[in-house]
């Protein structure tokens, strides 16, 4: 009885499938999770962002090393949101009046109210509380 070893060929499929059927798994890992995005994007102790004149009145100021976006919508209201975008969890890259924009896939958001203006984000930025404490912004729990 003759055993034969696997060809150069069975050997070499047998590898692309193995590594095709990683990325899938790693692709599958990147877009979900979305709880545990979330759960990243709010700061669980309040969090001094600075001061709150930073914030334009009608604009939004990302905090992106803080994964937050506030705006004020009108002079002296101020909203918060995570900046984790809820499709693969990068952090918002830009902000231009009152949306944030996610180049990672293009979702954008709107910053008065976290619902999304464009997907491929199906859901809305949580929102997280923000109040102004001696001029300055502070967000997180406690507000």
Do not use: I, W
Not at 79 to 95: D, E, I, M, P, Q
């Amino acid at each position: 009885m003759s055993t034969q070893s696997p060809g150069r060929r069975t050997v070499l499929r047998g590898a692309a499938l193995t590594g095709a059927a990683g990325l899938g798994l790693a692709g599958l890992t990147a877009c979900s999770g979305r709880e545990g995005m979330r759960a990243q994007a709010v700061p669980t102790e309040p969090v001094d962002l600075g001061p709150a004149d930073a914030v334009p009145v009608g604009g939004s100021r990302l905090y992106r090393d803080r994964k937050l976006v506030v705006s004020q919508p009108s002079e002296g209201e101020f909203k918060a949101f995570g900046a984790v975008c809820t499709h693969a969890g990068c952090v918002l890259t830009s902000v231009e009046e009152l949306r944030g924009d996610c180049a990672c896939h293009g979702s954008r958001f709107d910053t008065t109210d976290g619902r999304v203006l464009a997907g491929p984000a199906g859901s809305p930025l949580p929102e997280v509380p923000v109040r102004v404490d001696g001029g300055r912004l502070v967000a997180g729990p406690g507000n």
